[in-house]
C-alpha cells in the first residue's frame, strides 16, 4: 500500500521560502499515475487544502496561497514539490501531501503522509 513521506519542512522568517518534497516511502513505487495534493492543519484550526497536481500536471491552488506557492512533480525522480514563496507567520503549520490513484484532482485521498512542520517566525 502506497505510504507518502513528506521533507523539507523546518523553521525560516517572513519573507523567506521551503520547498517540501512528497515521495513514496517504498523504494520503486511510482507516484506518476496519481493526483497529488498538498494541505496544512495549524493548532486549533481545520485542515486546510492548498494545492494539486493531477498526474498529467494539470495544478490547482487555494486563494490562501495562489501566486506564492508552486506545485510541480518530477516523474524521473518520482516525486511531488511545494515550493512556498514569501511566507508568512500564519503559514506556520503542520504540512502533509496526500494521494489518489486517479488522473484529476479529487475532493478526498487515499493516501496520507505523517506531515511535517513549518514553521514562519523571526
Known amino acids: 500500500q502506497l505510504q507518502l513521506v513528506e521533507s523539507g519542512g523546518g523553521t525560516v522568517q517572513p519573507g523567506g521560502s521551503l520547498t517540501l518534497s512528497c515521495t513514496a516511502s517504498v523504494s520503486g513505487f511510482s507516484l506518476n499515475r496519481y493526483a497529488i495534493g498538498w494541505f496544512r492543519q495549524a493548532p486549533g484550526k481545520e485542515r486546510e487544502g492548498l494545492s494539486c497536481?493531477?498526474?498529467?500536471?494539470?495544478?490547482k491552488y487555494s486563494d490562501s496561497i495562489r501566486g506564492r506557492f508552486i506545485i510541480s512533480r518530477d516523474y524521473d525522480k518520482n516525486t511531488v514539490s511545494l515550493q512556498m514563496n514569501s511566507l508568512k507567520p500564519e503559514d506556520t503549520a503542520t504540512y502533509y501531501c496526500?494521494?489518489?490513484?486517479?488522473?484529476?484532482?479529487?475532493?478526498?485521498?487515499?493516501?496520507w503522509g505523517q506531515g511535517i512542520q513549518v514553521n514562519v517566525s523571526s
Open positions: 496526500a494521494g489518489r490513484h486517479i488522473s484529476y484532482c479529487p475532493y478526498e485521498y487515499d493516501h
Open positions: 497536481i493531477s498526474f498529467d500536471g494539470r495544478t
